[in-house]
Each structure stands twice: as structure tokens, then as C-alpha cells.
């Protein structure tokens, strides 16, 4: 059984950094698909990033060009590095894992079967 765990959320102004990592156990994760999924009160959850074991990425529209995603292999870790961020960007963050996951679902969150707890980012 895969456990995902992130951390390094947390309250930055808009225009800030801040880095997201999934620490990832119970298995060997290479060969799945991962994905950052976020999630505000009251909204759906939304496809952030994510990243095939290819390495191939895809984004969604809002971060486009200001996140980008990563994936260290031999440390079983998952990244999501997030720049110039906006109040819209407040929301809280989750790490997935997913197998044969086809691109065109890659930021849909239904075609994932493993999730982290969550980490909260705000951006004032």
C-alpha cells in the first residue's frame, strides 16, 4: 500500500515561493504517474501539475509557467515548485499517484488511486 506525505505548505504574500515535496512509501513509485491536485472551500478539486514516469509534464492553465513539477526517483520524492504566487493560489494541496494513467487524464483526479493527507498554502 503506497502512503503519501507533503509538506512545505504554509502562508506567503503574493509574489512569493514556496516549495511543495511528497514524500512517497510502500512502494516503488517509478513506474506511476504522479500529480498535484489542489482544493479551496467551497470548490472543486483542481488539477495543478503532474508528471509521468517518462517525465513527461502537463500543467493546468492557471500555473501554467509559474509551477513546475519534479519527481527525484531514487528518493521516492515528488516536487512542485510554485512561483509568483497569487491569493487565488490559496488552497490546500495534495500529492497523488496513480497507475496507466493516459495523458488526456493526467490532471483529472478520478484516474488516481493514491492521495496524501494534504498540505495548506495561503497567499495574502
Known amino acids: 500500500h503506497m502512503q503519501l506525505v507533503e509538506s512545505g505548505g504554509g502562508s506567503v504574500q503574493a509574489g512569493g515561493s514556496l516549495k511543495l515535496s511528497c514524500a512517497v512509501s510502500?512502494?516503488?513509485?517509478?513506474?506511476?504517474?504522479m500529480g498535484w491536485f489542489r482544493q479551496a472551500p467551497g470548490r472543486e478539486r483542481e488539477g495543478v501539475a503532474a508528471?509521468?514516469?517518462?517525465?513527461?509534464?502537463r500543467y493546468g492553465d492557471s500555473v501554467q509557467d509559474r509551477f513546475t513539477i519534479s519527481r527525484d526517483n531514487a528518493k521516492n520524492t515528488l516536487y512542485l515548485q510554485m512561483n509568483s504566487l497569487k491569493p487565488e493560489d490559496t488552497a490546500m494541496y495534495y500529492c497523488?499517484?496513480?497507475?496507466?494513467?493516459?495523458?488526456?487524464?493526467?490532471?483529472?483526479?478520478?484516474?488516481?488511486?493514491?492521495w496524501g493527507q494534504g498540505t495548506q498554502v495561503t497567499v495574502s
Open positions: 510502500g512502494y516503488t513509485y517509478g513506474p506511476y504517474c
Open positions: 497523488a499517484a496513480g497507475e496507466f494513467v493516459s495523458g488526456k487524464d493526467r490532471l483529472v483526479s478520478s484516474a488516481y488511486r493514491y
Open positions: 508528471i509521468g514516469s517518462n517525465g513527461n509534464t
